[in-house]
Nanobody, 125 residues
């Protein structure tokens, strides 16, 4: 199982940028297993359900974004380091949320493992 550790959140003004990082660790989670896994970023705003923000498909299968972040956020990965990143530009107050990463089903894009603690992003207006 993957144990994600998210970092990089903080307080930023509207229009600003942040880069989130996710270290996908786990005793049996090898770099090969990571490289053949689809990975996703999710977020949960206060009082709202957790939602998928961005997914990077295994084996160079491309990326998928929520409409609300398309053109502003970019997901990427470093298979050798077992890291997933989320570059967030042109941030808006409505992007305020706790952000999580997780291994996801390639077709379903639903989370497959336990959630980490997440990293809080606060965008001020």
């Amino acid at each position: 199982q993957v144990q994600p550790v998210e970092s990089g959140g903080g307080l930023v003004q509207a229009g600003g940028s942040l880069r989130l990082s996710c270290a996908a660790s786990g005793r049996t989670f090898s770099t090969y297993t990571f490289s053949t896994s689809s990975m996703g970023w999710f977020r949960q705003a206060p009082g709202k359900e957790r939602e998928s923000v961005a997914t990077i498909i295994r084996d160079g299968g491309g990326t998928v974004y929520a409409d609300s972040v398309k053109g502003r956020f970019t997901i990427s990965r470093d298979n050798a380091k077992k890291m997933v990143y989320l570059q967030m530009n042109s941030l808006k107050p409505e992007d305020t949320a706790v952000y999580y990463c997780n291994r996801v089903g390639t077709s379903s894009r639903r989370a497959l493992d336990a959630w980490g603690q997440g990293t809080l992003v606060t965008v001020s207006s």
